[in-house]
């Protein structure tokens, strides 16, 4: 599901449509930015992207209950685990499909923009869109 509410969606997504559009402005009128937009948009959505990725990595785990009460939720985790893992032999492989073509498109995206006239393509907000889309 798309959360195009999320602070770094509301933040983000704007500037990457609005880096997009002055490149595009600026081919179209025989301009060239010597690579000042790349480096903005490199800064800010590749700052807010590792920002993203190191947050939802490191997860919110917390040191708190008694020693029975982890059991207890451990427990409740091992059986919900089990009780759903055949649902999600399916759903893993499409996962993992979209996750590994999600890597190569970030990669295709920022050194796309890189390359001369190719990066009048609306890459960043490309890129910006599939992180908002696969974010947990």
């Not at 195009?4 to 704007?14: D, T």
């Not at 590792?50 to 009460?69: L, Y």
């Not at 009780?83 to 190569?104: F, I, L």
């Amino acid at each position: 599901m798309i959360n195009f509410l999320s602070p770094g969606a509301l933040v983000i997504f704007p500037l990457a449509v609005l880096i997009d559009i002055i490149g595009i402005i600026l081919i179209f009128c025989g301009l060239d930015d010597f690579g000042l937009t790349d480096i903005i948009a490199i800064t800010f959505i590749g700052g807010w992207s590792a920002f993203k990725s190191m947050a939802e990595g490191s997860g919110s785990q917390q040191q708190t209950g008694t020693p029975d009460i982890k059991r207890k939720r451990e427990a409740q985790k091992e059986i919900k685990k089990t009780m759903s893992q055949t649902a999600k032999t399916a759903k893993t492989a499409k996962g993992a499909k979209v996750a590994k073509g999600a890597k190569w498109l970030r990669w295709f995206t920022v050194i796309g923009e890189l390359i001369p006239y190719f990066g009048v393509l609306p890459l960043w907000s490309i890129y910006v869109f599939f992180e908002i889309k696969n974010s947990k």
